[in-house]
């Protein structure tokens, strides 16, 4: 069964200090691994989305890690903000067939960050 | 400014009151979708399009229509709403279904 499962549920950190979510999935055939950030009562924004053979992705204090073969990622904030106090959603793209793909959801890491 | 506008952002109304939620894109893109998002569930895929007159059944589409009558608008049609509809829902486009989707802002349903 395709699955997204992320990890932990919640964090809370103090302003300034990273931490690192991680994603583990059992989606195949793989297509993409996307991470989104969702404000409270808002829709997602894409981070990042890496394809199989990308290892690293960074968007400013974001990075994204993917290992595909153990069917791993990890998304690292440095230098924690309170704005990045949100949502971050895992989620993998399984192709089904040529040009269309189906999104698997994780349900999420909620991130607080205080001062 | 490239977005994803939905209306309304808000929503209460009674069981068997047909509603109808818009969406509308700028960005020229051929694939939209509808999601709903409930606590613990994370977001659900309700109804696709992959392009103008092509629309499919995502995981949850009981209750639910859809039309693609323009590249730009894909309306979420409620014949009548039950309050297990009750939910958080978004609309979202990209140019393709593997590519970047950008979501709109939500609308928040609520069905007595």
């Known amino acids: 069964k395709n699955q997204v499962e992320q990890s932990p549920q919640s964090l809370i950190i103090l302003e300034g200090k990273n931490c690192t979510l991680q994603c583990n999935y059992t989606v195949s055939p793989f297509s993409n691994l996307r991470w989104y950030k969702q404000d409270t009562g808002r829709g997602p924004v894409s981070l990042t989305i890496m394809t199989f053979s990308e290892n690293t992705k960074s968007n400013g204090r974001y990075t994204a890690t993917l290992d595909a073969d153990t069917k791993q990622s990890s998304l690292h904030i440095t230098a924690s903000q309170l704005s990045d106090s949100a949502s971050y959603i895992c989620?993998?793209?399984?192709?089904?067939?040529?040009?269309?793909?189906?999104?698997?959801f994780g349900t999420g890491t909620r991130l607080q960050v205080f001062p | 400014e490239a977005q994803v506008t939905q209306n309304p952002r808000y929503l209460i109304t009674v069981t068997g009151k047909k509603l109808t939620v818009t969406c509308s894109q700028n960005m020229n893109h051929e694939y939209m979708s509808w999601y709903r998002q409930d606590p613990g569930l994370g977001l659900r895929q309700i109804y696709y399009?992959?392009?103008?007159?092509?629309?499919d059944k995502g995981d949850v589409p009981e209750g639910y229509k859809v039309s693609r009558k323009e590249k730009r608008n894909f309306p979420l049609i409620l014949e009548s709403p039950s309050p297990n509809q009750t939910s958080l829902y978004f609309c979202?486009?990209?140019?393709?279904?593997?590519?970047?989707?950008?979501f709109g802002q939500g609308t928040r349903l609520t069905v007595v």
């Open positions: 399009s992959m392009n103008v007159e092509v629309t």
């Open positions: 989620v993998v793209s399984s192709r089904r067939s040529y040009n269309t793909d189906k999104l698997i």
């Open positions: 979202a486009s990209s140019f393709r279904q593997s590519t970047e989707a950008f």
